[in-house]
């Protein structure tokens, strides 16, 4: 009876999934073409995927148990870790010690003025642009959504920390990330970053190894566990 209705729910939040990403070319706005070929949206942007997860994704972490695992341990070791693991991402997205401590750069590497809000810069590379940008990488489309789902007002350090940090939380990793369930937490993150182990996007990823040893010299204390 559990599992049938469990198959009812997934059925029904992937179609809506489904609807969501149809709906931009059904609703008569269309899309737009750059000069250069690459899609936009209405405004004009080039369309990107988001870094956040859609409703599908929402019900699989509400359904992981591993979500609810609490992190038993002081209030100061789960900060401590907190911190660790994103010096971690920086450490794998390349923007780790370069400008402002990696929250001043765009994708590529160059460096962007004022935090003001997301400098929105379409860095080409390949067939295709990034807007990433900051120290954890946040592309335009993703971080509007965040500054208006946290409030958050620019794109300073403060705000990307705490953006980051939702990114992690909403893929059901904050518990892990703050016991030092590091592989775990890697591993439920994956698709949020491009240089993490498993992402699948075709971009160089970082090992494993690499990053918990860019963890442990943040100063981040791992648990011992299995995933």
Request: proline share 6%.
């Amino acid at each position: 009876m559990i599992r049938d209705a469990l198959a009812v729910v997934l059925v029904v939040c992937g179609a809506v999934w489904l609807a969501q990403q149809r709906a931009p070319a059904a609703s008569g706005g269309g899309t737009l073409f750059l000069p250069d070929g690459w899609a936009g949206d209405a405004a004009g942007e080039p369309i990107e995927p988001d870094q956040g997860t859609t409703i599908f994704e929402d019900v699989i972490v509400s359904l992981t148990p591993s979500t609810y695992a609490p992190a038993a341990v002081t209030p100061d070791v789960a900060s401590r870790n907190q911190k660790a693991f994103l010096d971690m991402i920086a450490f794998a997205e390349g923007t780790a010690g370069r400008g402002d401590d990696g929250y001043n750069i765009l994708f590529g590497g160059a460096e962007f003025d004022g935090y003001a809000r997301h400098p929105r810069v379409y860095v080409p590379f390949g067939n295709t642009t990034s807007s990433a940008a900051g120290r954890y990488q946040f592309l335009a489309r993703t971080w509007d959504g965040l500054a208006a789902k946290l409030g958050l007002p620019d794109f300073g350090p403060a705000s990307q920390d705490a953006g980051a940090l939702e990114l992690i939380r909403e893929r059901g990793a904050l518990a892990d990330v703050q016991a030092g369930r590091t592989v775990r937490a890697i591993n439920k993150v994956a698709r949020v970053w491009a240089s993490l182990p498993g992402a699948g996007y075709g971009q160089p990823e970082r090992r494993l190894s690499a990053l918990l040893n860019a963890y442990a010299q943040a100063g981040g204390i791992s648990e011992v566990t299995t995933a």
